[in-house]
């Protein structure tokens, strides 16, 4: 699930802000709910992983990206996300439905982390001189660039995830929801790249499609069509333009994140990379195989195009799902929905990557 690739990211679009219990944190997909901070947006599993790709997929440890690490507590350390609200006003438009979308996850893995749920992982609000801060300067912090002067209470606490809420602009754009990848370690970066901010989770608009960039790809069980992303015209002439021959700008508009990148186009939120795990074996005419269609971290059929169009007719659908064959022995095909909550598979993914352990100080 990488950007989001993530997190893929992160909201709980419910009819109203309500009262949520924070269990052991402290402190248009139509409405859907997103994933967990921080710890689903990785890279995708190693082909001998036994967690198949298509759920909260994507831990591998690596130098770059790796499970968020242990913090020394009073008498424990555990697996810590200590995160931070941009300023005052992401907090204020965001904090209900990222807690909600939190407890989503821990109801799902059975309540507080510990031997009996097996799993160990906390959030904490970034503190320091005697209160929870903010990640910016006060009024420093910009919604359009999603910038600001770092809070310098914070200067040892730079690996902070920046939680942020990003507004409509004047022109009535949304900015994309986005997530990073996993947790970064210092020494995984060049001397010249700000550690501040590094690990972020941008949410716009409740509205908004959320950006859970995963790498999802096209799957032996999914039919991905980038043609029907927003924006494959302009990104395909733009390479085109380039001078990269069509059929391998179109390949590459539908297998190569950093080419999708590089022309701006919202189809990399779907391409694995390079580094995807094996075809899911078994036949894959006869339904979905093991592929987790129930995960949250699936796009549903209709993301980043038009859902009306999408829903009239199938072929104009990004991604479908593939349901054996006809009478002449021409795929099926039919349209996904979004999750409103995480899978048992999302949870197994997250038992796995940070099982319960518990280490004394």
Same mark, same amino acid.
């Given at each position: @699930?990488?950007?989001?690739?993530?997190?893929?990211?992160?909201?709980?679009?419910?009819?109203?802000?309500?009262?949520?219990?924070?269990?052991?944190?402290? $402190?248009?997909?139509?409405?859907?709910?997103?994933?967990?901070?921080?710890?689903?947006?990785?890279?995708?599993?190693?082909?001998?992983? $036994?967690?198949?790709?298509?759920?909260?997929?994507?831990? !591998?440890?690596?130098?770059?990206?790796?499970?968020?690490?242990?913090?020394?507590?009073?008498?424990?350390?555990?697996?810590?996300?200590?995160?931070?609200?941009?300023?005052?006003?992401?907090?204020?438009?965001?904090?209900?439905?990222?807690?909600?979308?939190?407890?989503?996850?821990?109801?799902?893995?059975?309540?507080?982390?510990?031997?009996?749920?097996?799993?160990?992982?906390? &959030?904490?609000?970034?503190?320091?001189?005697?209160?929870?801060?903010?990640?910016?300067?006060?009024?420093?912090?910009?919604?359009?660039?999603?910038?600001?002067?770092?809070?310098?209470?914070?200067?040892?606490?730079? =690996?902070?995830? !920046?939680?942020?809420?990003?507004?409509?602009?004047?022109?009535?754009?949304?900015?994309?929801?986005?997530?990073?990848?996993?947790?970064?370690?210092?020494?995984? @970066?060049?001397?010249?790249?700000?550690?501040?901010?590094? $690990?972020? @989770?941008?949410?716009?608009?409740? =509205?908004?499609?959320?950006?859970?960039?995963?790498?999802?790809?096209? =799957?032996? !069980?999914?039919?991905?069509?980038?043609?029907?992303?927003?924006?494959?015209?302009?990104?395909?002439?733009?390479?085109?333009?380039?001078?990269?021959?069509?059929?391998?700008?179109?390949?590459?508009?539908?297998?190569?994140?950093? %080419?999708?990148?590089?022309?701006? &186009?919202?189809?990399?939120?779907?391409?694995?990379?390079?580094?995807?795990?094996?075809?899911?074996?078994? =036949?894959?005419?006869?339904?979905?195989?093991? %592929?987790?269609?129930?995960?949250? @971290?699936?796009?549903? *059929?209709?993301?980043?195009?038009?859902?009306?169009?999408?829903?009239?007719?199938?072929?104009?659908?990004?991604?479908?799902?593939? !349901?054996?064959?006809?009478?002449?022995?021409?795929?099926?095909?039919?349209? &996904?929905?979004?999750?409103?909550?995480? *899978?048992?598979?999302?949870?197994? %993914?997250?038992?796995? $990557?940070?099982?319960?352990?518990?280490?004394?100080?």
């Amino acid at each position: @699930m990488s950007n989001m690739r993530i997190w893929a990211f992160l909201l709980a679009v419910l009819p109203s802000c309500c009262l949520v219990s924070t269990l052991s944190f402290s $402190h248009d997909f139509n409405g859907t709910v997103p994933s967990i901070p921080g710890i689903t947006n990785f890279s995708y599993p190693t082909a001998s992983s $036994h967690i198949e790709s298509g759920f909260a997929d994507g831990l !591998v440890n690596t130098a770059i990206h790796q499970p968020w690490p242990f913090l020394r507590g009073l008498k424990y350390s555990t697996r810590t996300i200590r995160y931070c609200y941009a300023d005052q006003a992401s907090q204020d438009a965001i904090e209900c439905k990222v807690n909600a979308a939190m407890n989503l996850w821990f109801e799902v893995l059975g309540g507080k982390p510990g031997p009996d749920t097996g799993f160990n992982f906390y &959030f904490s609000r970034a503190f320091a001189q005697g209160n929870v801060q903010f990640c910016y300067a006060k009024d420093s912090y910009n919604s359009k660039t999603a910038q600001g002067q770092w809070n310098a209470a914070l200067h040892d606490k730079q =690996d902070a995830l !920046v939680v942020s809420y990003r507004p409509v602009d004047e022109n009535g754009n949304k900015p994309a929801t986005s997530a990073s990848l996993g947790y970064t370690p210092d020494n995984a @970066m060049f001397p010249w790249q700000s550690r501040q901010a590094r $690990h972020y @989770m941008q949410i716009a608009d409740k =509205d908004d499609v959320p950006r859970i960039a995963h790498e999802l790809g096209h =799957d032996t !069980v999914i039919e991905y069509r980038p043609q029907n992303i927003a924006g494959y015209a302009d990104a395909l002439a733009a390479a085109i333009k380039d001078g990269v021959p069509e059929a391998e700008a179109r390949n590459k508009l539908r297998d190569d994140v950093a %080419f999708c990148q590089k022309y701006n &186009f919202r189809g990399s939120a779907y391409v694995k990379g390079s580094d995807q795990p094996g075809i899911i074996q078994g =036949d894959p005419t006869q339904g979905p195989l093991d %592929f987790d269609f129930d995960s949250i @971290m699936i796009y549903p *059929s209709d993301a980043e195009t038009d859902t009306a169009a999408c829903r009239n007719d199938i072929a104009k659908c990004p991604m479908v799902r593939r !349901v054996g064959q006809d009478q002449n022995g021409n795929a099926k095909f039919e349209y &996904f929905p979004a999750k409103y909550k995480p *899978s048992a598979k999302d949870a197994e %993914f997250i038992r796995k $990557h940070y099982p319960w352990e518990q280490t004394e100080n």
